[in-house]
């Protein structure tokens, strides 16, 4: 389908979209298999400094760039992705979207049912799967029972455009949907509008059909910053900081099992609590966005699975959906 060339443009070059040309062209110097062709920002601005500071051509027009390229990075307002993401996917062309992948949850299933029709390639960017904190735990078995999770963010107008429930919960909903691997059985949610016109904080309890409990505050009026996940099952307690890209777990573990001095407290004669701190060790402290943009490369050069894909996509935007649903009339 490609030639084994990736022709990739970039649609939206605000705040995001600028960190992915930067990591685009950086991937491109080291690999003569992406040729990083242009970009396209209904800002004459935002177009001109990326223009400036990437050496790539800006695009008239969205048609002209959908023309010229095979592989499309989504980054604009979330309001249009259906679009954007509608017209390439009908031209073949292989799409990297921005979370939240579309508005609503209807949005999402369309795409995959085009998708279903043209063979391209679809990886959405909740990039906090690649997190190393994250990824630090792939070899232990997860499987929850309580799940507590907090997303703190100062005020930035940027992203006001949706909900924090889209615009930050969405992570951890992510997450939290693919650890537990059961139904939600009933979701009670609470929010209100502070600063904006959509929904600043909320808070949401998801109840699954396994007995696995999740209660998920977001909130983008915090005077710091905290994106912390607490997860309690059983013999274990893990605890993931995605600002400090570590975890740590605790867990029950026979008394005469290895630890590191000062790092085990004795229950009985039999069992003790043992501290583990896993290091992903690909590299130390990758940065996670460009993790996902050479993740979803390699999904097309090399035909491998991709990471995050558009059914997990709209599972998130489903849960989300129905928390905004049970919020709004609350709100009026």
């Known amino acids: 389908m490609n030639n084994g060339i990736i022709k990739i443009g970039v649609a939206g070059c605000g705040h995001l979209g600028s960190i992915h040309c930067r990591l685009i062209s950086e ?40 023309g010229a390229v095979n592989t499309l990075v989504i980054a604009t307002p979330t309001s249009s992705h259906y679009e954007i993401a509608d017209l390439s996917i009908k031209k073949g062309i292989n799409l990297f979207i921005e979370k939240p992948v579309t508005s609503i949850s209807e949005e999402a299933l369309k795409l995959m049912e085009l998708s279903k029709i043209y063979p391209v390639k679809i990886q959405v960017g909740h990039v906090e799967r690649f997190n190393p904190a994250l990824r630090s735990l792939s070899e232990y078995i997860i499987n929850p029972m309580f799940i507590e999770s907090h997303r703190l963010a100062q005020f930035n107008p940027r ?36 600063v904006s016109e959509a929904i600043d904080i909320a808070n949401a309890r998801l109840s ?63 069992k003790k609590i043992i501290l583990e701190q896993p290091v992903y060790d690909e590299e130390e402290n990758p940065n996670p966005i460009r993790s996902e943009l050479e993740s979803f490369f390699m999904s097309i050069l090399e035909d491998k699975p991709i990471k995050v894909n558009l059914e997990e996509a709209k599972r998130a935007v489903e849960v989300a959906d129905e928390i905004i649903r049970i919020i709004s009339p609350v709100q009026k």
């Open 159 to 194: 992203g006001t455009d949706v909900s924090v429930i889209q615009d930050l919960m969405i992570h951890d909903i992510d997450i939290i949907l693919n650890f537990v691997k059961s139904p939600i059985k009933k979701i009670d949610a609470n929010g209100v509008a502070v």
């Open 208 to 270: 699954f059909m396994n007995g696995c409990t999740a209660n998920v505050t977001a909130s983008r009026i915090s005077v710091k910053k905290l994106r912390k996940m607490r997860i309690f099952q059983n013999n274990a307690y893990i605890s993931i900081d995605f600002l400090k890209n570590k975890s740590e777990i605790f867990r029950l573990a026979d008394a005469s099992a290895p630890a590191k001095a000062g790092m085990s407290i004795p229950v009985s004669d039999t």
């Open 27 to 66: 991937i491109a110097e080291k690999d003569n298999r992406i040729k990083f062709l242009g970009i396209y920002d209904i800002d004459p601005s935002a177009e001109r400094q990326a223009v400036e500071s990437f050496g790539v051509r800006s695009f008239a027009k969205m048609d002209e760039m959908l």
